[in-house]
């Protein structure tokens, strides 16, 4: 971020990654909202795939807590999630690997739980001089109340909140484009 006023950078996608947090089989009934969350989620994963934005998917320990959900699952062909047991992506050896070999230093978080893995992986993140970015219509945890506070920690850290449709549209950055017209049914909704 290199902006003096402290304004973040605009997002590019040539800088950004999307980091999918434990959004697994064993959290499902749990989250508050996950309806929702899955929506948001499906429509980031979707939308970065067409404009070629990696992406890098966690799931926490999934002996005990199961592999990502069948509906996002799906979206991958395959799918290689990254094990952790460390509440933030960043402190486990293999997703800071892999984040360093991508060479991406704008990221975008969406998944679960707020307050906990995606707050502290946007904390280790901003650390290591990463822009970070949440989807705030695609996280949650597992009460509303949490939610707000995570979302609130996250802004205090100076996280930017965004929605999913304004992070396509940012990420677009103008109409009338092939990619544009590639994403426009993505790009309906809230």
């Known amino acids: 971020m290199s902006n003096p006023n ?30 929702k969350v899955m929506a948001g989620s499906s429509r980031l994963i ?20 199961g592999v990502t959900v069948t509906e996002l699952r799906n979206l991958f062909k395959p799918l290689k999630p990254l094990e952790k047991i460390h ?49 705030v219509d695609a996280v949650s945890s597992c009460s509303a109340a ?7 920690r996250l802004s205090e850290m100076g996280v930017q909140s965004m929605g999913v449709q304004m992070l396509m549209f940012e990420l677009l950055h103008k109409a009338g484009t092939s990619e544009f017209k590639e994403v426009s049914g993505l790009l309906r909704g809230s």
Do not use: W
């Open 46 to 65: 979707q939308f970065c795939q067409a404009v070629n934005i990696p992406i890098l998917v966690s799931e926490h320990y999934s002996r005990g807590f």
């Open 146 to 152: 949490n939610r707000q506070i995570g979302l609130h």
């Open 87 to 135: 509440f933030s992506c960043q402190a486990n050896e293999n997703f800071a690997k892999a984040l360093k070999d991508s060479g991406r230093d704008q990221i975008i978080l969406c998944g679960i739980e707020t307050h906990v893995c995606i707050y502290q992986t946007a904390a280790d993140l901003l650390r290591d001089g990463k822009q970070v970015a949440v989807a």
């Open 6 to 35: 402290n304004i973040p950078d605009r997002l590019v996608p040539e800088r950004c990654i999307l980091v999918v947090v434990d959004m697994q089989e064993r959290f499902r009934d749990l989250i508050y909202d996950i309806d």
